[in-house]
């Protein structure tokens, strides 16, 4: 079927507006079913990620913090192994990472910060007001008053003592909370390693792009009348 140049036009404006997620800089971790169930769980809609920190060679925590610090809301993702299996987990952190803060102390009603296990499919949100986060420079992305979430200044490894701010009905140190993370409390050793900065993807209310299109239409319009 040919389509005419106004209806191309109208497919061109509706594929820019409707954004399904995008992964800027790539990822060696996800892919965009994994995008998807991120979106999902952080309840916003489609969101597009960008890459601004990826381990490698010698980084630290200190290079790290020098690409986070600063930048916003972040996911962080983690690929582990622990005899011999591969886990995927990381968090989200609801407000910047920030050296020269040590705890994030902000009251939980107005942090959306989580846990979460790709490769388990949980979530761990965050249940009481001990602090979201501890941003000094010799930690990786800990999050969590136990650790919960606890990452070693080489970004090779950590433990997983989940309880003490994240996960309702977690009990703090058990261990099969730590495996529902990890795959086990600690012991694991961190493969991968990458941080992103969050956006909203952009797709707007069905009027918004219906007076968009009107305007397409009457620029189609006059095009065609000129070249007659």
């Known amino acids: ?14 594929s820019n507006f409707a954004n399904a997620g995008l992964i800027n800089g790539g990822s060696d971790i996800i892919d965009n079913d994994d995008l998807t169930q991120l979106s999902d769980w952080l309840g916003k809609g489609d969101i597009d990620l960008t890459n601004i920190f990826t381990k490698s060679g010698g980084k630290n925590s200190q290079d790290w913090h020098a690409a986070v610090d600063d930048k916003g809301a972040t996911f962080t993702l ?21 050296s020269a803060i040590m705890h994030n102390q902000v009251d939980a009603t107005l942090d ?10 949980k979530i761990f949100e965050r249940k009481n007001n001990n602090h979201s986060t501890s941003s000094a420079n010799d930690l990786g992305a800990t999050f969590g008053a136990g650790h919960d979430l606890y990452i070693d200044a080489t970004l090779s490894t950590g433990y997983s ?26 012991g ?37 009348k000129k070249k007659s």
Request: hydrophobic content about 40%; charged content about 15%.
């Open 1 to 14: 079927m040919k389509l005419s140049t106004t209806t191309g036009i109208l497919l061109f404006a509706a």
């Open 78 to 98: 983690i690929e582990s192994t622990f005899e011999g299996n591969t886990y995927i987990f990381g968090g989200y952190n609801d407000y910047s990472w920030n």
């Open 112 to 121: 959306k910060s989580f846990l979460f296990s790709l490769t388990t499919n």
């Open 161 to 186: 003592n989940l309880g003490a701010s994240y996960g309702e009905n977690t009990v703090y140190g058990s261990v099969a909370a730590g495996k529902e993370l990890a795959g086990n409390f600690d």
């Open 188 to 224: 694991w050793q961190i493969q991968k390693y990458e941080s992103f900065t969050v956006n909203a993807s952009q797709v707007p209310e069905p009027s918004t792009l219906a007076i968009y299109a009107l305007g397409i239409i009457g620029l189609a319009s006059r095009r065609l």
